[in-house]
């Protein structure tokens, strides 16, 4: 069936650095993809999606590249923010009609 | 924005008591909301799926008449764990879906903790 591998955290980065939060896929068909964002106390947001190879999904600074080559949709923001700190899930939507969600990866900024 | 809110946010339950669970769309009306299950350091895993006045549909390995999902109105649906056990502690989400938006778009309640003594 679908599946959805993401690194495990916690990643721990200080402000202003490069982060990258890889995420790789197992669908059948052509999913789409999909970043979501969970803050301390609160729901998954959505943070940006891809519906097809090649798309770029972007955000609040934040970038993933629908790779089909390489099943992959890697997250990455060029400058972290304190308030960055979450936990982030990659998701797909495929042909089974459900979301399948990646374990998260919790995401610690120190200032 | 959307906003789904969950009730309570957490519960301790003794083992054998039943505990429900309330999902609310505060802001639209939800024709559809899904209900899901996760384990420390795991992910969201879907138990079932309930459609506004229909049964909901259960995944497979569920338990429905552990699980019990009622969505009687277009912003309330409620999940009661039945006869809880401490292997039924874990952290439930729901989310919903309005009318009119594509299949994967959905809002995300807060989640609830729940520890089963």
């Known amino acids: 069936g679908d599946s959805v591998t993401q690194m495990e955290g916690p990643v721990t980065l200080s402000e202003e650095a490069f982060l990258t939060i890889n995420c790789t896929y197992t669908?059948?068909?052509?999913?789409?993809l999909f970043w979501y964002v969970q803050y301390p106390g609160e729901g998954l947001q959505l943070l940006l999606k891809?519906?097809?190879?090649?798309d770029k999904g972007s955000n609040k600074g934040f970038e993933a590249t629908y790779r089909k080559e390489t099943t992959s949709f890697h997250l990455e923001k060029g400058s972290v923010q304190v308030s960055d700190s979450a936990v982030y899930f990659c998701?797909?939507?495929?042909?089974?009609?459900?979301?399948?969600f990646g374990a998260g990866t919790r995401l610690f900024v120190k200032a | 924005g959307a906003v789904v809110s969950q009730h309570p946010s957490w519960v301790i339950c003794k083992s054998g008591t039943s505990v429900k669970i309330e999902c609310r769309s505060l802001?639209?009306?939800?024709?559809?909301m899904f209900w899901y299950r996760q384990f420390p350091k795991q992910s969201l895993m879907l138990m079932a799926t309930?459609?506004?006045?229909?049964?909901?549909?259960?995944e497979q390995g569920v338990e429905k008449d552990k699980f019990l999902i009622n969505h009687a109105s277009l912003t309330l649906s409620t999940l009661t764990v039945t006869s809880a056990h401490p292997e039924d502690s874990s952290f439930y989400i729901c989310?919903?879906?309005?009318?009119?938006?594509?299949?994967?778009?959905?809002?995300f309640g807060p989640g609830t903790r729940l520890t089963v003594l």
């Open positions: 989310s919903a879906r309005a009318r009119g938006l594509g299949p994967h778009e959905q809002f």
């Open positions: 669908a059948t068909g052509y999913p789409s």
């Open positions: 891809a519906t097809k190879a090649d």
């Open positions: 998701a797909l939507w495929g042909g089974g009609f459900k979301t399948i």
């Open positions: 802001d639209f009306q939800a024709t559809t």
């Open positions: 309930s459609n506004e006045g229909s049964k909901a549909t259960y």
